[in-house]
């Protein structure tokens, strides 16, 4: 082997364990600035001031991601000592994903029960069912409605909840926003409203479609 041969060779030798350094570096940089691996959505045990079960909500957002937070206007937790009754809203996050619930009372005609039922036909709309309560999933909300009869109303009232997560047709998640929804109806109406009949709302998922 003359000199010329063994000078390349050793050029070649270098050149590939300059490759390998490179690359060791290289990948040494991308482990330490790779982000962390994502954490557990850590929903607590009630949410909403307190006020409603986290099962639903923890059903809709991701297992993993950026941490939960909440918060909350009006009264939502009928055991807080609210002043007055007033409606409520509340947001919840977590893994990248937000639900919002809100809940008030439509009084006079100006909405009825039989609106409800137009709009749960309309098109794109999937109707939702709790006992007395009616309700429709459309677009990416669900809302469910029950009279509120009460010694203070004319009967007209309507006591609803409205459930917003995300656009879908997906009746697993339909399902899920529903749940969620008569979960609030009951506490609401029974707790906060004060609604007649309002404790023979049936416990348990409403009937979807």
């Known amino acids: 082997m003359n000199m010329t041969e063994k000078a390349r060779r050793r050029f070649t030798m270098w050149i590939a ?32 001031d307190n006020a409603l079960p986290r099962s639903d909500v923890k059903a809709l957002l991701p297992a993993r991601g950026k941490p939960f937070s909440e918060w909350h206007t009006g009264v939502f937790n009928p055991d807080e000592p609210y002043v007055k009754k007033v409606p409520g809203t ?7 994903q937000s639900v919002t619930i809100k809940h008030g009372l439509y ?10 039922a137009r709009d749960a036909h309309a098109s794109g709309a999937t109707e939702i069912t709790l006992g007395e309560a009616k309700g429709f999933h459309n677009g990416d909300t669900t809302s469910l409605f029950a009279a509120c009869p ?3 109303s ?3 009232t309507l006591v609803e909840v409205d459930v917003t997560y995300r656009k879908t047709t997906d009746q697993a998640v339909i399902r899920k ?7 609030t109806l009951r506490l609401e109406a029974r707790k906060l409203w004060a609604c007649d009949g309002a404790n023979d709302l049936p416990n348990g998922r409403p009937l979807i479609g």
Request: one cysteine or more; glycine letters at 14%; proline letters at 3%.
């Open 177 to 183: 926003m529903a749940s969620l929804a008569a979960d």
């Open 90 to 96: 509340c947001k919840v996050y977590g893994g990248g």
């Open 150 to 152: 009460s010694e203070q």
């Open 154 to 156: 004319d009967g007209k």
């Open 17 to 48: 364990v300059a490759i390998v350094g490179v690359l060791a570096v290289a990948g040494l940089v991308a482990w330490r600035f790779w982000p962390a691996g994502e954490s557990d959505v850590a929903v607590p045990a009630r949410v909403c």
């Open 107 to 116: 009084s006079g005609a100006g909405y009825t029960m039989q609106d409800v």
